[in-house]
């Protein structure tokens, strides 16, 4: 049970769960004075860090110049 004396509307809150080889904990209820709780579906994603993301890039930049150059290197031998 976590209960919060001082959250304003709107203001988000994170938590974090970790269990292996078991399902996690469901929210069971939601109780508020000050507005009407509603559920949010979830969706988890693995973090990336940004340095991976920037070298994805890197990566990617560095194989479509390549593609490109073969394929101007294939047209002057074809024309």
Do not use: H
């Amino acid at each position: 049970m976590l209960v919060f004396e001082n959250l304003a509307p709107k203001e988000e809150i994170g938590i974090e769960l970790l269990s292996v080889n078991n399902d996690l904990p469901g929210l069971l209820q939601v109780r508020s004075v000050e507005c009407i709780a509603r559920e949010v579906d979830l969706m988890w994603f693995v973090r990336v860090p940004s340095w991976r993301i920037q070298l994805d890039r890197l990566l990617f930049a560095l194989g479509l110049a390549t593609a490109i150059y073969f394929a101007i290197t294939l047209v002057q031998l074809l024309v």
